[in-house]
């Protein structure tokens, strides 16, 4: 799996189709109104991403795989923080045709080596619950849970 940088035109469809997820994965998790969520979410993103590509920090690049070509994209901000210089992974995708080929654990390796080519001391990342595909590829790939919030449905 490489790692390649996007040009303009792949970055303004990225962040088209990143607001959107995100809004609706925050309206899923119960943590934004549908009616406020696309608004917050383009918030959220004009905060991670002030400059687009030219954000200082910011790595966006599509998931390129030698057999299928590009098979998704990954999104990681690279920050100082109290345990040195810390990548956190804010977005990963394999598009839905290509899952379960191994390319999310090919990806989540290419991210690992680029990070640490970059002087990185640990990744960091945030999954919602979910989506427990991902919750299980972070463990096997060596990630610990850092820290859990739980909510629990009363009936009505």
């Given at each position: 799996m490489q790692l390649v940088q996007m040009n303009d035109q792949e970055f303004a469809r990225f962040l088209d189709r990143g607001i959107k997820d995100f809004a609706l994965d925050?309206?899923?998790?119960?943590?934004?109104?549908?009616?406020?969520a696309e608004q917050l979410s383009r918030e959220s993103y004009r905060r991670f991403l002030p400059e687009g590509l030219q954000t200082k920090g910011a790595y966006i690049y599509n998931l390129?795989?030698?057999?299928?070509?590009?098979?998704?994209?990954?999104?990681?901000?690279?920050?100082?923080?109290?345990?040195?210089?810390?990548?956190?992974?804010?977005?990963?995708?394999?598009?839905?045709?290509?899952?379960?080929?191994?390319y999310g654990k090919e990806a989540m390796a290419a991210l690992e080596q680029a990070a640490?080519?970059?002087?990185?001391?640990?990744?960091?990342?945030?999954?919602?619950?979910?989506?427990?595909?991902?919750?299980?590829?972070?463990r096997k790939?060596?990630?610990?849970?850092?820290d859990m919030t739980m909510y629990k449905e009363l009936g009505r």
């Open positions: 925050k309206v899923e998790a119960g943590t934004w109104a549908e009616e406020e390129m795989h030698e057999v299928d070509g590009n098979v998704g994209y990954i999104w990681f901000n690279v920050t100082e923080h109290l345990r040195g210089k810390e990548a956190f992974l804010l977005d990963i995708v394999v598009e839905e045709e290509h899952r379960g080929k191994g640490a080519g970059l002087g990185v001391n640990c990744i960091g990342l945030h999954v919602f619950g979910h989506n427990v595909r991902a919750s299980e590829l972070y790939m060596g990630y610990a849970i850092t």
